[in-house]
Nanobody, 127 residues
């Protein structure tokens, strides 16, 4: 019933930019925490960015801070990830996630804090 679908991935050269989108369907997502994770071949899934329910607070992995920006448009049930100054090490499958639960001590950075997941979109950064 609830579905998250990512789009906007592709192949870019180092230093380039991409904007990923994640559209949600099935129910309104205005009250959901939203996040982005990525996984490269041979590596564990890692946190990239997250945004609070209202959009007033954002969180970033140190590896992307200053280069990536997460935002949301609740009217469209969509979250975005603007990626600038891309590096080859950013190459991965990027998945969006959402969570409705009220959690004590939420870190925003742990995969087990999210209930819904998209299938992912491939981002490849060439050198």
């Amino acid at each position: 019933q609830v579905q998250l679908v990512e789009s906007g991935g592709g192949l870019v050269q180092a230093g380039g930019s991409l904007r990923l989108s994640c559209a949600a369907s099935g129910r309104p997502f205005s009250s959901y925490v939203r996040g982005w994770f990525r996984q490269a071949p041979g590596k564990e899934r890692e946190f990239v960015a997250a945004i609070s329910r209202s959009g007033g607070s954002t969180y970033y992995a140190d590896s992307v801070k200053g280069r990536f920006t997460i935002s949301r448009d609740n009217a469209k049930n969509t979250v975005y990830l603007q990626m600038n100054s891309l590096k080859p090490e950013d190459t991965a499958v990027y998945c969006c996630a959402a969570d409705l639960q009220v959690r004590t001590g939420r870190t925003y950075r742990m995969p087990d804090e999210y209930t819904y997941w998209g299938q992912g979109t491939q981002v490849t950064v060439s050198s």
